[in-house]
């Protein structure tokens, strides 16, 4: 049952449910209760009508729910990305300021975010950067490894491998600022892209409330039709 419902999981569904910190399996456990708890609703629906309509009623019920359940899927995932985002421009522009200072290095300005930063997963893999980076300070390796845990995005691996070029071969203090011009830019776009997703979100909320109520009503529509259908070639 579980490489069943592993296989037919979608392409994209694993990499997400996993940054999400959520299992695949009891994802799809849940997901298939709900398909099977709507086949039921469905086919007894259907059944005011006849049995082909509650074959038929009840299987795009499930299918629906089945569909529903992927699309809320990606739609937490999107929210997910874009709030690690923010949290991500948000340690960059605190960082930039810390990198201007007179005499500023880049593991002394690390070290005094680590204590400026809530608990998160940004400050949890700046903990582990830091180790990396004493550990091999020469290396840019640390530098990918903690734009991919803090973000993931190549926005993100851009501006760590900026600076480790800043750290490695200049002082030109033009480049941070040049980042913190980037920087500040991202955090404004994410911040618009919660305000426009939360404000479409309230705005579309009576017509997917209307859509609900729809669906029985629409499953009947097509049993009758089908059974008059059935009747009129009898």
């Given at each position: 049952?579980?490489?069943?419902?592993?296989?037919?999981?979608?392409?994209?569904?694993?990499?997400?449910l996993e940054?999400?910190?959520?299992?695949?399996?009891?994802?799809?456990?849940?997901?298939?209760?709900?398909?099977?708890?709507?086949?039921f609703?469905g086919?007894f629906?259907g059944?005011?009508?006849?049995?082909?309509a509650?074959?038929?009623?009840?299987?795009?019920?499930?299918?629906?729910?089945w569909?529903?359940?992927?699309?809320?899927a990606?739609?937490?995932?999107?929210?997910?990305?874009?709030?690690?985002?923010?949290?991500?421009?948000?340690?960059?522009?605190?960082?930039?300021?810390?990198l201007?200072?007179?005499?500023?290095?880049?593991?002394?300005?690390l070290?005094?975010?680590?204590?400026r930063?809530?608990?998160?997963?940004?400050?949890?893999?700046?903990?582990?950067f830091?180790?990396e980076?004493?550990e091999?300070?020469?290396?840019?390796?640390p530098?990918i490894?903690?734009a991919?845990?803090?973000?993931?995005?190549?926005?993100?691996?851009?501006?760590l491998?900026?600076?480790y070029d800043?750290?490695e071969?200049?002082?030109?203090?033009?480049?941070i600022?040049?980042?913190?011009?980037?920087?500040?830019?991202?955090?404004?776009?994410?911040?618009?892209?919660?305000?426009?997703?939360?404000?479409?979100?309230?705005?579309?909320?009576?017509?997917k409330?209307?859509?609900?109520?729809?669906?029985?009503?629409?499953?009947?529509?097509?049993?009758?039709?089908?059974?008059?259908?059935?009747?009129?070639?009898?």
């Amino acid at each position: 049952m579980n490489k069943f419902l592993s296989k037919i999981a979608e392409a994209n569904l694993f990499p997400m449910l996993e940054q999400l910190e959520y299992d695949l399996l009891k994802f799809q456990k849940i997901r298939m209760l709900k398909a099977i708890l709507a086949l039921f609703v469905g086919a007894f629906v259907g059944s005011l009508s006849s049995i082909w309509a509650s074959l038929i009623g009840g299987l795009i019920l499930a299918l629906f729910v089945w569909w529903r359940e992927y699309h809320n899927a990606v739609k937490t995932f999107k929210q997910f990305t874009y709030l690690r985002e923010i949290e991500f421009n948000k340690f960059t522009r605190m960082l930039i300021p810390l990198l201007l200072e007179n005499g500023a290095t880049l593991y002394g300005a690390l070290n005094k975010m680590l204590k400026r930063l809530e608990p998160g997963h940004v400050k949890d893999a700046l903990q582990k950067f830091l180790i990396e980076l004493n550990e091999n300070p020469e290396s840019e390796e640390p530098f990918i490894k903690f734009a991919n845990a803090a973000s993931g995005s190549e926005e993100a691996i851009l501006f760590l491998s900026s600076l480790y070029d800043y750290k490695e071969s200049s002082s030109d203090t033009s480049v941070i600022e040049e980042l913190g011009k980037t920087s500040s830019e991202k955090l404004f776009e994410g911040v618009q892209d919660i305000i426009e997703f939360k404000a479409r979100k309230f705005s579309l909320f009576p017509t997917k409330l209307t859509m609900v109520t729809f669906i029985p009503v629409l499953g009947y529509a097509i049993a009758m039709i089908i059974d008059a259908t059935s009747k009129l070639q009898l």
